[in-house]
């Protein structure tokens, strides 16, 4: 009878530790990713209530990761916890980092792996958007980078995108309909203003018309290029 060993991944690979505004995730350089995943999993879902009900940043340190490889980590995380990940921080590959928040400014809700840096009500973020991901503010939301489908930004304010608009962006979404959306392209799937929805047809989507501008006159959205 023959008998094969495996050895499980060095629980040293990963270490979890609480710091000042999040948790911090230590990541050994050299071991192989698959392996960290496995680490990361198995002590996190062993440390529950070291995340529970908190709403932080998560750093990952120790090594550097590219975009995916840090949303497969926080995938994780995610998964296994109820952390509520305002920013996400990592070393080599840094997406807008927060500037000073003034203690006036309400606080931003992120989904996913992306950090924005706040000037007064307005939140900043310097990436793409991709399916899945939102942003959700009690401001407005300027975007340098492209929405692109399935997902989402919801601001209780204005929202400029540097880039084309191809997700669900909703402006002024309590209620506030001087509100307006402003992109390089404006191809939404959907846009709302305040409580009214529009639809963008298929085949105006498919057209670059350039910078353009949408707003609520006489209870209807109105798009005007720019």
């Given at each position: 009878m023959i008998t094969i060993e495996t050895t499980a991944p060095n629980p040293q690979y990963v270490l979890l530790k609480g710091q000042r505004d999040g948790i911090a995730v230590l990541l050994d350089a050299n071991?192989?990713?698959?392996?960290?995943?496995i680490v990361?999993?198995?002590k996190v879902a062993g440390a529950k209530r070291f995340f529970e009900g908190a709403n932080a940043t998560v750093s990952f340190k120790g090594r550097t990761l590219t975009e995916d490889e840090e949303q497969e980590l926080l995938d994780i995380i995610m998964r296994e916890t109820t952390l509520d990940v305002a920013f996400v921080e990592s070393e080599g590959f840094t997406m807008a980092a927060p500037k000073t928040i003034p203690k006036s400014a309400p606080a931003a809700t992120v989904s996913s792996t992306f950090a924005p840096a706040m000037e007064g009500e307005t939140a900043f973020y310097a990436t793409n958007l991709r399916a899945g991901q939102q942003v959700r503010y009690k401001g407005s939301v300027v975007v340098v980078g492209d929405v692109n489908p399935g997902s989402e930004i919801i601001a209780d304010g204005n929202v400029i995108?540097?880039?084309?608009?191809?997700?669900?962006?909703?402006?002024?979404?309590?209620?506030?309909d001087t509100c307006f959306i402003s992109a390089l392209e404006l191809r939404p799937t959907q846009?709302?203003?305040?409580?009214?929805?529009?639809?963008?047809?298929?085949?105006?989507?498919?057209?670059?018309?350039?910078?353009?501008?949408?707003?609520?006159?006489?209870?209807?959205?109105?798009?005007?290029?720019?």
């Open positions: 071991a192989p990713l698959e392996e960290i995943k990361l999993q198995n995108v540097l880039g084309a608009i191809r997700g669900m962006v909703h402006a002024g979404a309590i209620g506030d846009l709302r203003i305040a409580n009214t929805i529009t639809v963008i047809p298929e085949e105006e989507r498919s057209k670059d018309n350039g910078p353009a501008r949408a707003y609520i006159k006489e209870g209807q959205v109105f798009v005007e290029q720019l």
